[in-house]
């Protein structure tokens, strides 16, 4: 009954702390102490796997509730089918939980040094590892969810999303032990006095914060020369194109966006001076440069002609094809000489595991499954200002902005600004499109990198350096975004060192469990030692 109570509490916590802003947040920092009371009452693996269970099926709930409809959207499958699928699966989906229940219940009664509880701390990076060996479905963490904390949120360039992950499982922790060492101080072990996780506590939120708050004013008082960008984005608000096409026909449907695409673009050209306009992914849902027919020559026709009249490059999501592959892809359009344009492509690496992907040894009859091609990794493109200046910018396609090492990779290779291109309108589902937006901010804040952010249905966004959203349309709306944004050139350990804190907690999880290990085999190999001698 505790188990259920606590996991309980716990999917309430995570609903809240996933709003991500004050006071939601806080939920965040002590949401997990009922379930961790739970867990270590826990006797034996069985019962550690099954309160790792239980919190991932409480998070699913609390956060992903929206699963169930996703999937039945997609597949068609019965809802309460889907429903049963997500429960069955939630430690697949949330495997993280699972591991953190086992590794602190692997490691029991061992302390580092004598003096430091490792059950703690062999969790929490058993968490963060498997967070990062094992994807999620929006390649999400916890951390993401401490976007709202201004201070806190900075420190994601020394040690990325997943460092604050750890940051908060640690805190969850630090007050398990302040609460237990309080109920029960006559039973309270060595280094579980209240005092010391109470100071342990402080450290780890006055640290991060002052190094937050530091790197904060330092990014913002910065005034040196930089490249400014000039940039309309544009959110049409037109989605589902496969579902249009069926009720309208496919011709008009694509006509119909491009000409308001068109419209749009050249309605912003009139505000003021912009150096690039950005359509979102896949809004022209056909292989340009590569028209299949006169109808859509004339259509690709109409997208030069307007990178022709105007000037202005052009920036869009489209598809691409080399043979039999075919490829989500990002093309960048500008001005050439002779009336003619000038075309890069950007094709999409990271794809959405079925939409997009499949292995080929899963493929079924099936319409919903996706056949594309990945692309070879990230591109820099040479973006040309009106003022004749260059501005490296690295194109990005929805799913790309959600790992950090394809982001790090691209930057390492000169970018400046980050271009996103998404279509969001898949997964309009509770919290879920302000849940991915949290999630490509932190790319800036780890590279330290402005992002252009749009998509078709919402949230697009301008996104600065510190994280900041200078500029957003929310879902639903239909507009523009016109204004300048600053390139920049910062460092971060992130770009140095690249995701590095995933590798560190799995390498640190195995070495805590190997030492718990041999420090049971210690005691009872004395044991053994100590019984012979008796006799």
């Not at 969850?172 to 006095?193: S, T, Y």
């Not at 060192?497 to 190999?525: C, D, E, I, Y």
Request: aromatic letters at 12%; one cysteine or more; a neutral charge.
């Amino acid at each position: 009954m505790r188990l259920f109570l606590a996991a309980g509490f716990g999917c309430l916590a995570m609903a809240f702390f996933v709003i991500s802003q004050w006071p939601w947040m806080l939920f965040g920092f002590f949401g997990l102490v009922p379930w961790l009371a739970a867990l270590e009452r826990a006797k034996g693996r069985g019962q550690a796997l099954l309160a790792g269970s239980m919190m991932a099926l409480a998070y699913v709930l609390g956060v992903g509730y929206w699963i169930p409809s996703m999937i039945h959207a997609f597949t068609g499958i019965p809802w309460f089918a889907c429903v049963l699928l997500t429960i069955l699966g939630a430690p697949l989906i949330q495997p993280q939980f699972v591991a953190y229940a086992l590794a602190r219940h692997w490691t029991g009664e061992h302390r580092i040094f004598f003096v430091l509880p490792a059950a703690p701390l062999a969790a929490a990076f058993a968490f963060v590892a498997v967070d990062w060996a094992f994807p999620k479905l929006f390649s999400d963490t916890l951390g993401d969810n401490l976007h709202g904390a201004i201070w806190l949120r900075q420190t994601a360039d020394l040690v990325g999303a997943l460092g604050l992950s750890f940051l908060l499982l640690v805190v969850n922790e630090c007050l398990f032990a302040i609460w237990k060492a309080l109920r029960h101080p006559a039973r309270a072990g060595l280094g579980m006095v209240s005092l010391k996780p109470a100071a342990a506590l402080v450290l780890l939120l006055a640290i991060p914060s002052l190094y937050g708050a530091l790197r904060y004013q330092q990014l913002e008082n910065q005034h040196e020369a930089r490249t400014t960008l000039n940039y309309a984005m544009l959110q049409a608000g037109f989605s589902h194109f496969g579902t249009m096409a069926q009720h309208y026909g496919g011709y008009l449907v694509v006509r119909t966006v491009l000409d308001t695409h068109i419209a749009m673009s050249r309605q912003a050209l009139t505000v003021e001076p912009v150096d690039v306009v950005i359509w979102p992914e896949n809004v022209y849902p056909l292989s340009f440069g590569q028209a299949l027919d006169e109808q859509a020559e004339r259509l690709d026709e109409r997208i030069r002609e307007l990178v022709v009249r105007s000037g202005v490059p052009l920036l869009f999501g489209a598809r691409d094809r080399e043979g039999e592959d075919w490829f989500n892809a990002a093309f960048l359009l500008q001005p050439g000489a002779t009336e003619q344009v000038q075309v890069d492509v950007y094709r999409k690496a990271s794809l959405f595991p079925f939409v997009e992907f499949t292995p080929s040894w899963l493929r079924l009859d099936a319409s919903w499954l996706g056949t594309y091609s990945r692309g070879p990794g990230p591109v820099v493109l040479d973006l040309q200002l009106q003022d004749q200046t260059t501005l490296k910018v690295l194109p990005l396609i929805c799913y790309d902005a959600l790992f950090p090492g394809h982001v790090i990779r691209g930057v390492r290779q000169g970018a400046d600004v980050l271009l996103t291109l998404s279509n969001d309108s898949w997964f309009e589902y509770g919290n879920t499109p302000r849940i991915i937006l949290n999630g490509s901010a932190f790319r800036s804040i780890e590279t330290r990198r402005p992002q252009l952010r749009t998509t078709v249905t919402g949230i697009s966004a301008v996104i600065s350096p510190t994280g900041e959203i200078i500029d957003q349309l929310g879902t639903g709306e239909v507009g523009t975004l016109v204004g300048t944004i600053e390139s920049s050139e910062h460092w971060s350990l992130m770009l140095l060192l690249g995701n590095w804190f995933g590798p560190t907690s799995a390498l640190a999880v195995m070495l805590l469990l190997l030492s718990a290990h041999w420090s049971q085999v210690r005691k009872k190999q004395a044991a053994e030692l100590k019984n012979s001698s008796a006799r």
